[in-house]
């Protein structure tokens, strides 16, 4: 199998799409990347918060999972602050899915990079 995979994965988590741009899967990557870099911006319009990590209850281990398989993103406006969230804005449980859903989806994209690397899929 070699380590090639795995540093598509590596490269699709970090940056959206990234892995599937490296695979000339170019028109997909620009989706991947604009659809993932949508949902999380719309998750900080609507002020919700980046997943911090909180222990190990169940709930918020998967926001913070989910936030961090956002791979760059959460990296970068956690350095900047952005993404603390407004429990009172009427928006903000609907924001924080919306970042924690990119993040998931952020990872099954990384996980179709890694199974195209291996020809896996056709897809």
Request: glycine letters at 18%; a positive charge.
């Amino acid at each position: 199998m070699g380590f090639k995979p795995y540093v598509y994965f590596g490269a699709s988590w970090l940056v959206p799409g990234l892995g599937h741009y490296l695979l000339k899967k170019k028109e997909k990557a620009i989706v991947f990347f604009c659809g993932i870099a949508l949902l999380v911006g719309l998750g900080l319009l609507m002020k919700g918060e980046i997943g911090a990590f909180h222990g190990m209850e169940p709930i918020h281990l998967l926001d913070y999972l989910g936030s961090l398989g956002n791979g760059l993103l959460f990296f970068i406006f956690k350095a900047l602050g952005w993404g603390g969230g407004d429990l009172s804005a009427a928006s903000f449980h609907y924001g924080s899915a919306f970042i924690t859903v990119a993040g998931f989806l952020n990872l099954l994209i990384a996980v179709n990079a890694f199974g195209l690397a291996k020809g896996e899929n056709r897809v």
